[in-house]
């Protein structure tokens, strides 16, 4: 998203855009899928003076705006995303930590069915498998 469209949003909504409102944006934007502390780390090598409860409220704001969303891959904080990419399903591997995405339309006959049968819709966007990924059960693992 270009700083004037997100002005303008912003704008739209009686906000302004401020300069800790575009950094959280853009580090979110250059981490790909980043927690609240990686963000903050991230904008303070920019704005030194940016405290954590700024990110904090910087992003649910940016959720509010539609800009960003968040699954919880772990046990600890959300991990943060755009809004704009694809929907995705998120593969969290328990051993070695790391993440990989999925088409969502794998599980859609899953979610079609809970809708179907309890009237209830899987929010896709924050659905995560923890499991063991293949170079961990393989021993590729270094």
Do not use: K, W
């Amino acid at each position: 998203m270009s700083e004037s469209s997100l002005a303008e949003m912003l704008r739209s909504r009686g906000l302004r855009l401020t300069a800790q409102r575009q950094l959280v944006l853009q580090a979110v934007l250059d981490l790909g899928h980043a927690t609240p502390e990686q963000v903050h780390t991230a904008v303070r090598e920019v704005a030194a003076g940016v405290n954590i409860t700024t990110i904090y409220r910087t992003l649910e704001l940016l959720e509010r705006l539609g800009l960003v969303t968040h699954t919880h891959l772990s046990h600890g904080s959300p991990t943060y995303h755009t809004a704009g990419e694809h929907q995705h399903v998120h593969l969290v591997c328990r051993n070695c930590g790391g993440i990989d995405e999925f088409d969502p339309e794998l599980i859609r006959p899953l979610a079609d069915q809970l809708a179907r049968q309890r009237g209830f819709r899987v929010d896709i966007g924050h659905v995560s498998l923890f499991g063991v990924c293949g170079s961990c059960e393989n021993g590729d693992q270094e």
